[in-house]
C-alpha cells in the first residue's frame, strides 16, 4: 500500500480540516450567545428608564441571554450615544434612544457622532406625549392661566428639564417661543431630580411623560395642565392637547432601540421581532398604557423612515424655537 493510499494521511488530513473549521463554527454561533447591553442616557427612575427596563425583562426571555440596562448620563444623552455609536457592530452594545439623539443633531455645534450615518434604528417600543405641569403650589389650573401668571410675573417662571436638549427642555423651548412668555428654563441630570425640583418648589413648572408623573399627579403634588401629543392620553383624558388649549405645539415622545451602524440585518431583524413581541405581550402592554405610553413595535424600516423624516422636523424645531445646548 502506498502513502497516499494509506488511511491515516487521510484521516490526519480530515482531522486538520476540522481544526481549522472549528474557530469558524464558534464564531457563528447563534445572536446572542452572551448578555446584551441596552445603554440608556438617562438617570434612572425617568421615563426612559422605565421603558427600558420593562423592554429588558422581555427580550431577556424571548432571546435567551440577559440584557442589562445600563445609565449613561451626562451631556444631554451624547455620553450614551457616543458610547453606543463606537461599539463593536454586533447587538451586543444598544441604545435605547428618544427624539434627542435626533435634537443633539442640531442643538450641539460638535458632536463625536452622526446619528443617521451612525446608527441604525432597530424598533421603536413605545411612544408617549409630554405632559405640561405645574407643582401643587401653583396657582393656575389652565394653560391659559399660566400664560396669565407668566405674563404678570415676567422671568420669574422657571421651568425644570432632564437636561439641556432633552424633549422637555425642547418643548418648554418650544411653549416659550410659540406663546412669548418669559420663563427661565432650569436643567437637571435627568427627570427624577428635574421632578423632584418641581415638586419641591424649586421651579413652578415642568414637561414631562406620563410614566414619570403619573404617581406625583395622582398622589395631588402635581398638577397637568396640557399634552403635547397629537390626542389626549386614554390614561388622562381629562387632559387637553396644547392645541385644545390654544398653542400651536405636538411633540411626541417614542422610546426605540438603535444599534452602531454595520450591525449584521439578520441581528437588527431578530430584534426588532423580539422587541414587536414583548411591546404587545399582554402583560407589558398594559404596563405601558397604564403608564399613558402607546405600545407600537414597528419594523426596521418604518424606524428608518421616521427617523429620516423627524430629523428635518427636530432641527426645525430647535432653530425655531432658539434652544441652545449650553442654555
Known sequence: MSY?????????????LLA????GALCAQPYPSRPVRLVVGFTPGGGVDINARLLASKLSEYLGQQVIVENRPGAGTNIANEFVARSAPDGYTLLMATPVVLINTTLYKKLAYDTLRDFTGVAIFSASPNIM???AGV???NVQQLLALARARPGEL?????GSGSTQHLSGALFRARTGIDMVHVPYKGSSPALTALISGDVQLSFSNIPAIRQHVLSGRLRPLASTGTRRSELMPEVP?????????????????????AT????????????????????????LIEQGAEPVGNTPEEFARILRAEAGTWA???????????E
Open 133 to 135: 405641569v405645574v407643582g
Open 4 to 16: 497516499a493510499q494509506h488511511p491515516l494521511p487521510r484521516m490526519l488530513g480530515a482531522l486538520l
Open 158 to 162: 422657571n421651568y425644570s428639564s432632564a
Open 20 to 23: 481549522l473549521a472549528l474557530p
Open 316 to 326: 426645525d424645531a430647535v432653530k425655531s424655537s432658539g434652544a441652545k445646548a449650553d
Open 264 to 287: 449584521p440585518q439578520p441581528v437588527i431583524d431578530k430584534l426588532a421581532a423580539a422587541i414587536a413581541k414583548a411591546a404587545h405581550a399582554p402583560d407589558i402592554r398594559q404596563r
Open 139 to 141: 396657582p393656575v389650573a
Open 241 to 261: 392637547t396644547m392645541k385644545e388649549s390654544g398653542i400651536d405645539i405636538e411633540v411626541t415622545v417614542w422610546y426605540g432601540v438603535m444599534a452602531p451602524a
